[in-house]
């Protein structure tokens, strides 16, 4: 079982739409959670953490975390032909130590 | 100027050649990693390093070795060069703040192709 999985996507939303972007984990000690942007060619670049149980917003982003369920998530409002790219969940804490360890991706695809 | 600085950006090399990637930084940061992407793999690390005197293994470490030089600066190295090697490779920072460690901040990359 793969440690930290989330759908590959494509994930099409018309633009205003709210994307749902989801991300299960499987190692219940985990204490950090971040999620991640990259556009094509280039470096992630971090767009939330969340570390406690609940919602955590800013601007358009929602990050939503369920350790009861192992289940993080990123809502996107208002989405934006920019914010297509691909988005990755990330995990630390527990088993994983001080390692980030990476979901694969997935893609965003916002059309105007 | 980034923060995290990566030389070289491109390189293209042929199979069984040694190959440095250089990585430095200026955030004043004690952790650097490094990780490899493929297509729909996502990010792996290779090896990481919690101080100058500390270096580790990380999810894929073989075929590599690193090198951490300075506070600064850590160095990956492919000792002899095979094609599925061929990936994009992130350095990447971190501090650590408290018992919930602040996320990692990444370089722009640097592009390998092995012929």
């Known amino acids: 079982q793969k440690e930290v999985e989330q759908n590959s996507g494509p994930l099409s939303v018309p633009e205003g739409a709210i994307a749902s972007l989801n991300c299960t984990y499987s190692d219940r000690g985990s204490q950090s959670f971040f999620w991640y942007r990259q556009y094509s060619g280039k470096s992630p670049e971090l767009i939330m953490s969340i570390y406690s149980n609940g919602d955590k917003e800013d601007g358009r982003f929602t990050a939503q975390l369920n350790k009861a369920s192992q289940y993080v998530s990123l809502l996107i409002r208002d989405s934006q032909p920019s914010d297509s790219a691909t988005y990755l969940c990330a995990v630390k804490g527990g088993e994983y130590g001080n390692k980030l360890v990476f979901g694969a991706g997935t893609i965003l695809r916002v059309k105007s | 100027d980034a923060d995290v600085t990566q030389t070289p950006r491109n390189r293209i090399t042929k199979t069984g050649k040694r190959i440095m990637l250089e990585c430095s930084q200026t955030k004043g940061h004690d952790r650097m990693y490094w990780y490899r992407q493929d297509p729909g793999l996502g990010l792996r690390l290779i090896y990481y390093?919690?101080?100058?005197?500390?270096?580790n293994k990380g999810e894929i470490s073989d075929g590599y070795s690193v090198s951490r030089q300075a506070q600064a600066k850590f160095s990956l190295s492919l000792e002899s060069a095979i094609p599925n090697q061929t990936a994009l490779y992130f350095c990447?920072?971190?501090?650590?703040?408290?018992?919930?460690?602040?996320?990692?901040?990444f370089g722009d990359g640097t592009r390998l192709s092995i012929l």
């Open positions: 990447a920072t971190s501090d650590l703040a408290g018992p919930l460690d602040q996320p990692q901040h």
């Open positions: 390093s919690f101080d100058v005197k500390d270096i």
